[in-house]
């Protein structure tokens, strides 16, 4: 099966530190999310900047865009989300999940586990009333055309999308930048 429609959506922007970036200057940094459309509804590739208290907050500067406001630039809204997959369970990533209370949730069973075990994210954006996990070891075809692929790195339990499209696949990844340096 191919997919014709992608789209990306933003989620907001934070400020990442001089201490974090190596390069002297700190550097603002935007989160997006990805909606994949299929047969089966929307897949959503992570939801966003969730509150992750006040030091976190005064650290990183966030400029938080509600994943129910981003849904609806794009003309959806959450009712349309049939899944969701989080790169990572950082809270810059996973912030809207709990809207999405009662939808599957993929996600590498090494990255949950990491998460649960405490110092590593927030854990009411992870551990919510309807938080309904499917767990993977690897890479897994979700639905027809849309695969998940671990991508270690940020983190062990890092993961992203190939999309099979009409005009060729695409890779959807979290947590990546659009410029490298030696």
């Known amino acids: ?22 390069t002297g200057q700190p550097r603002v940094e935007a989160v997006y999310g990805y909606l994949v459309a ?19 907050d ?4 966030p400029r938080r865009v509600p994943l129910l406001d981003a849904l609806s630039t794009a003309g959806v809204g959450v009712e349309d989300v049939a ?17 999405c209370a009662g939808r599957p949730i993929v996600c590498q069973r090494r990255e949950l586990e990491t998460a ?20 993977l070891d690897g890479e897994t075809e979700i639905i027809s055309g849309v695969h998940v692929i671990p991508t270690p790195g940020h983190v062990d339990g890092h993961q992203s999308l190939v999309v099979e499209c009409s005009d060729g696949s695409i890779v959807l990844a979290g947590q990546a930048h659009d410029t490298a340096s030696a």
């Not at 005064?58 to 500067?61: A, L």
């Not at 899944?83 to 709990?98: E, S």
């Open 83 to 99: 899944m969701v997959v989080n790169c990572h369970l950082h809270f810059d990533h996973v912030g809207g999940n709990p809207h």
């Open 116 to 135: 649960r075990a405490g110092e590593y994210t927030v854990a009411e954006l992870v551990d919510f009333d309807g938080a309904r996990y499917e767990l």
């Open 58 to 61: 005064e650290w990183y500067r």
């Open 38 to 56: 299929t047969p089966h509804g929307l897949v959503l590739l992570d939801t966003g900047l969730g509150d992750a208290g006040e030091e976190t």
């Open 1 to 22: 099966m191919r997919i014709d429609d992608v789209r990306r959506i933003e989620l907001g922007t934070f400020v990442r530190p001089v201490e974090e970036t190596g």
